[in-house]
C-alpha cells in the first residue's frame, strides 16, 4: 500500500538525519505508546479458516469500539461462520491476522487498552 511505503520512506529518512548521514531535521510523526499488560484479545475458540475483517496496513494503529467485528471463524467443510471475533474493549488495535487457515490457540488480534497519543 502507498501508505505503508510512506511511512517507512519517511522514518528511513528520519534514521538517516538523526544519524547525521544526511542534512536537516527530524520530521515529527504520529506516535501511539501502549503497555503490552493492558491489553484484551479476540482469539478464536476453535480451528477453522479465518475471515479477518482488519487486513490494512492502516488498520493497525487505528481505534477500535468494544463489539467492533474484527473477523469471522468459517467451518473449512461447511464454509458457515461459526464464531464472530469481535473486539473486547475500546482501544487501539495492534496485533491483526491475515485471513487463512487457523488452528486452535492461535492469536487472532490484540487491542491496547490504555494507550498515549503524541
Known amino acids: 500500500e502507498n501508505l505503508y511505503r510512506e ?12 544519524l547525521g548521514m544526511l542534512p536537516g531535521e527530524e520530521k515529527r510523526l504520529r506516535i501511539t505508546y501502549f503497555g503490552f ?6 482469539n478464536p475458540s476453535s ?19 468494544e463489539g467492533e467485528l474484527l473477523g469471522e471463524m468459517l467451518d473449512p467443510f461447511s464454509l458457515e461462520v461459526v464464531e464472530e ?9 495492534f496485533f491483526s491476522r491475515c485471513s487463512g487457515p487457523f488452528e486452535v490457540g492461535n492469536k487472532g488480534f490484540a487491542v491496547a487498552t490504555e494507550y498515549r497519543e503524541i
Open 47 to 65: 480451528g477453522g479458516y479465518l475471515i479477518s475483517r482488519k487486513t490494512h496496513f492502516a488498520d493497525l494503529g487505528a481505534k477500535v469500539s
Open 7 to 18: 511511512n517507512l520512506e519517511e522514518g528511513f529518512l528520519n534514521l538517516l538525519v538523526h
Open 85 to 93: 471475533l469481535r473486539s473486547p474493549a475500546d482501544g487501539v488495535l
Open 37 to 42: 499488560a493492558n491489553r484484551a484479545e479476540a
